[in-house]
């Protein structure tokens, strides 16, 4: 009897899970979608994963809370979500249907292009520069139909984000911070950055030049009206994201307010917010407050910092990214004169070396996914190609002075 209850049992759970061992052995349409996501997402990834693999070190407590900077984490959302917002109203196609008509070729148009983004991070700081002229660069080549150019637009827009604002005090964040850290006289801080920024203009024209100046035409003339209202409206949320970043609105209230408007105006702009790369951001700030805080990496940096700042500094913005090494460093070296420059050249190199080149690669990838490769290998280059020469500038400049 016991047996045949086992061998009713066996009749219908071994065909059942015969037929169904897919489900368990197999990912389900929700498996795949994240393993897609994932792909998708290769650098938040990497940065999740160097995030959990610091907190082992440094337990958490209190001061995570400390490690993110929330006026960039507003800023970057508000930017991200007017900037789609404007597109939705084809502001950037009008634009650039101007800039096609005047500039004529594309050789022309690339250093309109990278320039107005040098300036504009002068102005705006470098990762408001980027959010505000790439989806411009984006809109005049693939109107013209020059997407093969698309990756090397980027990256020296990129280039030009990161060095265009190395002049100023408030071009980018590691500026405002060791300005403010070390009391830098502001002749002083320019008088520092003159060479690796005169040295920079040279070089980006340079590059650009390369680009061959085949004429420019519009292949589709969709002929855009301008919505005034909107453009007027969305222009004043543009300039109150800027002002959270100079702190003359306060981040909480502002972000609130214009993400209140655009929900009335515009919910999709919402929607359309890259909040992978907020999540990235995110991570890097845990990864690099962690770094900052083991042991073993503040003695390290107490080390190499006497043997060549700027050197070491370089190469710590290649692992921490340019502001996470301007805090860290600043508590081991009074040379604020080597520091300076070492952060500013330092953002460029790796994609994680300035957190602004994560918003050019993740702007990139949504536009051409299947060029990321390509997009990775002449980041690369160009980039430590400008490093090696700046640094080497650098060097030569203190070695005169001392």
Not at 49 to 75: Q, S
Not at 173 to 201: C, G, H, R, V, W
Not at 266 to 277: A, F, Q, R, W
Request: glycine share 4%.
């Amino acid at each position: 009897m016991k047996s045949n209850i086992y061998a009713d049992i066996n009749k219908t759970s071994i065909p059942y899970l015969t037929e169904n061992r897919h489900r368990w052995f197999f990912p389900t349409k929700y498996t795949s979608h994240i393993i897609q996501f994932l792909k998708k997402q290769i650098v938040l990834v990497i940065a999740v994963i160097a995030m959990l693999v610091t907190c082992i070190f440094v337990p958490f407590d209190a001061e995570y809370l400390n490690y993110f900077n929330w006026t960039t984490l507003a800023t970057l959302f508000c930017t991200l979500a007017v900037v789609a917002a404007l597109s939705h109203i084809h502001v950037f196609e009008i634009i650039s249907k101007a800039i096609v008509l005047k500039l004529h070729n594309l050789r022309n148009a690339t250093l309109g292009l990278v320039f107005i983004t040098f300036v504009g991070s002068m102005l705006l700081a470098n990762d408001m520069a980027l959010l505000t002229f790439l989806p411009l660069g984006y809109f005049v080549l693939s109107s013209t139909d020059n997407k093969q150019a698309m990756a090397f637009t980027f990256i020296m827009q990129n280039i030009a984000a990161n060095l265009g604002g190395m002049v100023t005090p408030f071009g980018n964040p590691q500026n405002l911070f060791l300005y403010a850290y070390y009391n830098i006289d502001t002749l002083e801080f320019m008088k520092i950055m003159f060479p690796s920024f005169a040295t920079s203009i040279i070089l980006i024209v340079a590059i650009c030049f390369l680009v061959k100046p085949v004429p420019l035409t519009l292949k589709n003339d969709n002929n855009y009206t301008l919505d005034k209202k909107r453009t007027v409206i969305y222009s004043i949320l543009f300039i109150l994201s800027i002002l959270l970043v100079f702190r003359v609105i306060p981040y909480l209230q502002g972000t609130i307010l214009i993400t209140l408007a655009l929900l009335i105006l515009d919910k999709e702009s919402i929607k359309e917010v890259n909040y992978p790369l907020l999540a990235t951001f995110c991570a890097f700030f845990v990864f690099s407050g962690n770094m900052a805080r083991i042991p073993a990496v503040s003695a390290f940096f107490s080390y190499v910092l006497q043997i060549n700042e700027l050197l070491f500094g370089i190469l710590s913005c290649q692992i921490i990214s340019n502001v996470p090494s301007a805090v860290l460093l600043s508590h081991f070296t009074d040379n604020y004169q080597s520091l300076l420059p070492a952060v500013n050249i330092g953002g460029c190199g790796t994609l994680i070396a300035s957190l602004a080149s994560l918003i050019t690669f993740s702007e990139y990838k949504k536009h051409n996914p299947e060029g990321v490769k390509l997009y990775i290998t002449k980041f690369s280059i160009i980039n430590f190609s400008l490093v090696a020469i700046l640094y080497g500038v650098q060097t030569l400049v203190q070695y005169l002075h001392h």
